[in-house]
């Protein structure tokens, strides 16, 4: 059964500002993605804001927002065939548990201007 849809869009700018901001990114994402973001040269900005899209989409996916959930216990990668996958950590996986999640189903767009994300749990709910 579905649980919770969140849908968000981030402008790219955005990021771009935040990128030259020493120690942000960092607050915000796990090592790990921003690992995989810097592997991707040009295109490091666009993964990162639809990352970031994916986890504004997560709370509200969640029905309750971001409201004290650590960013970066959010970690969205892809797979070995390129699909979008988020792993929670701390207080982002007991916020998903709370609402009965078992399942999230992710994914992921980006062009020039704007990166857009959706988010699906499928559990049940509590």
């Not at 960092?26 to 900005?45: K, M, N, T, V």
């Not at 548990?97 to 992921?108: M, N, P």
């Amino acid at each position: 059964m579905i649980v919770g849809i969140g849908l968000d869009v981030v402008h790219v700018s955005r990021l771009e500002r935040w990128h030259r901001i020493p120690g942000l990114l960092e607050r915000y994402f796990h090592p790990e993605e921003l690992a995989a973001a810097r592997s991707r040269g040009s295109g490091e900005i666009l993964s990162l804001a639809a990352r970031f899209a994916a986890k504004e989409a997560f709370g509200k996916a969640l029905g309750t927002g971001l409201s004290g959930i650590t960013l970066k216990n959010i970690l969205v990668l892809n797979n070995h065939n390129g699909k979008p996958c988020m792993h929670l950590f701390g207080n982002a996986l007991d916020a998903f548990r709370r609402v009965g999640g078992e399942i999230i189903h992710l994914s992921l767009t980006h062009e020039r201007d704007n990166a857009l994300a959706q988010v699906v749990i499928e559990g049940v709910p509590k």
